[in-house]
């Protein structure tokens, strides 16, 4: 049973306790868990994450990084091309860095979506939509796998959209 008197001094008394990296082991401890390991774990993430890149590692990486990764992998940043309708140098650049990840088949995929749901020309997301095509297209014929007949809609679209905006103003 607890005692106050004869116990009191033993509960209140202040204990000085080892820090951490006061020891030799808690130093060595302490590195090894601020900074090897965290640093360990960020390789590791890289070194998967550009293993399931494929073949287009440093284009997808230089498009992550920015100029960055363009200076690293002796890419270029490419210029958003005159030809867009709404799309900016910011959005053209989010909109490259995104579909550098995509496989062949997700492009082809994405494109026949994004056709479909192309719809009425006179929806306020038109010219964004048409530039996406514009720009997936693009991207689909930089690969090598032309679609002239999907590629020949596109432009009939935007050109009609573009004919139609310019009576309206």
Same mark, same amino acid.
């Given at each position: 049973?607890?005692?106050?008197?004869?116990?009191?001094?033993?509960?209140?008394?202040?204990?000085?306790?080892?820090?951490a990296?006061?020891?030799?082991?808690?130093?060595?401890?302490?590195?090894?868990?601020?900074?090897?390991?965290?640093?360990?774990v960020?390789?590791?993430?890289? *070194?998967?994450?550009?293993?399931?890149?494929?073949?287009?590692?440093?284009?997808?990486?230089?498009?992550?990084?920015?100029?960055?990764?363009?200076?690293?992998f002796?890419?270029?940043?490419e210029?958003p091309?005159?030809?867009?309708?709404?799309?900016?140098?910011?959005?053209?650049?989010?909109?490259?860095?995104?579909?550098?990840?995509?496989?062949?088949?997700?492009?082809?995929?994405?494109?026949?979506?994004?056709?479909?749901?192309?719809?009425?020309?006179?929806?306020?997301?038109?010219?964004?939509?048409?530039?996406?095509?514009?720009?997936t297209?693009?991207?689909?014929?930089?690969?090598?796998?032309?679609?002239?007949?999907?590629?020949?809609?596109?432009?009939?679209?935007?050109?009609?959209?573009?004919?139609?905006?310019? *009576?309206?103003?």
């Amino acid at each position: 049973m607890f005692d106050w008197d004869s116990d009191y001094e033993g509960v209140v008394e202040t204990k000085v306790l080892a820090r951490a990296g006061e020891t030799g082991n808690g130093f060595i401890r302490g590195i090894l868990t601020r900074w090897v390991a965290p640093l360990a774990v960020v390789a590791g993430l890289s *070194l998967a994450g550009s293993l399931t890149v494929g073949t287009e590692t440093g284009r997808f990486l230089s498009a992550s990084l920015g100029q960055a990764g363009a200076f690293l992998f002796g890419t270029r940043i490419e210029e958003p091309p005159a030809d867009l309708i709404a799309y900016g140098p910011e959005q053209f650049h989010n909109f490259m860095r995104g579909v550098a990840g995509f496989s062949n088949e997700d492009l082809l995929t994405f494109a026949a979506v994004t056709q479909r749901g192309l719809g009425d020309l006179s929806n306020p997301s038109t010219p964004f939509m048409l530039d996406v095509l514009f720009l997936t297209y693009r991207e689909i014929e930089r690969r090598g796998m032309a679609r002239p007949v999907a590629w020949m809609a596109v432009q009939e679209a935007r050109d009609s959209y573009l004919q139609t905006a310019n *009576l309206e103003l």
